[in-house]
């Protein structure tokens, strides 16, 4: 069910102990029923509304809060989602309950030092697409670097070389990198667009080639935009918005 996209692991448990789901006409109702790959499967029409009950929250997270749980001391990201944070730009007719706190997950990590988008979501397709082992949904970044004793106009003091190697050519704990976008955005400012999420990721490349991130900055994620969206205040993901 996960594989087709049905829904997540998590929820497709659940269905089956609730009985919601057929396999060529018969209820299953025992987790971990093995299906031939041809099955018919069908989910009862309860399970799909308790999927569209579910939203996905964008966060600009500022610096200080981690993504996921808390940890030494700091708060997470969940805790800023309250009814006084929401963007008086979103537009989402959703209103706010507490109900939308439960399960609500990151769907992609920010280190506690970056800022910018962050997805929490109680939608497992969403969170699969996001971070699952096969996504492809590219996340872009604006990263404020030094290079050595150079703090402004970088771009003229880097080399050539080193930004291609950024492109292409780095790898991470013995493995090669994907291509990457990377380009100048400004005299200090790089914009990289990635198409895979390894922990720490930017900051570990701009090392490899001498540069020292000042700042980071996640600015989209697929087709979804941080936009106008201010720092530490949240919003709805809209119903004509996907990743």
């Given amino acids: 069910m996960s594989e087709l996209g049905l829904c997540s692991r998590r929820e497709a448990d659940e269905w089956i102990e ?50 996921g749980q808390a940890e030494d001391g700091y708060e997470p990201a969940v805790t800023l989602v309250k009814p006084e ?76 070389e080193s930004l291609e190697m950024l492109c292409h050519g780095l790898e991470l704990d013995g493995v090669p990198l994907k291509p990457a976008e990377v380009s100048w955005q400004n005299g200090e400012q790089l914009r990289f667009v990635l198409h895979e999420g390894k922990k720490r990721q930017i900051r570990r490349m701009c090392e490899l080639v001498g540069l020292y991130v000042v700042g980071l900055k996640r600015v989209r994620m697929g087709g979804v935009m941080l936009g106008a969206l201010p720092p530490g205040q949240w919003r709805y993901l809209g119903p004509d918005e996907s990743f």
């Fill in 85 to 160: 944070n929401r963007w008086d730009g979103d537009h989402t007719d959703t209103r706010f309950s507490a109900a939308h706190l439960r399960q609500l997950a990151p769907a992609g990590r920010l280190d506690i030092d970056s800022t910018g988008l962050l997805v929490l979501t109680q939608d497992g397709r969403i969170a699969k697409q996001l971070i699952g082992g096969h996504s492809e949904v590219d996340k872009e970044y604006l990263v404020r670097v030094t290079y050595g004793d150079v703090e402004t106009d970088v771009e003229h003091a880097f080399p050539a």
């Fill in 18 to 67: 609730k009985g919601w789901v057929t396999v060529d006409g018969v209820v299953v109702d025992t987790l971990g029923t093995k299906v031939r790959p041809d099955a018919d499967i069908q989910i009862d029409p309860a399970a799909q509304a308790m999927q569209l009950k579910q939203v996905t929250i964008l966060i600009n997270k500022p610096v200080g809060f981690v993504s």
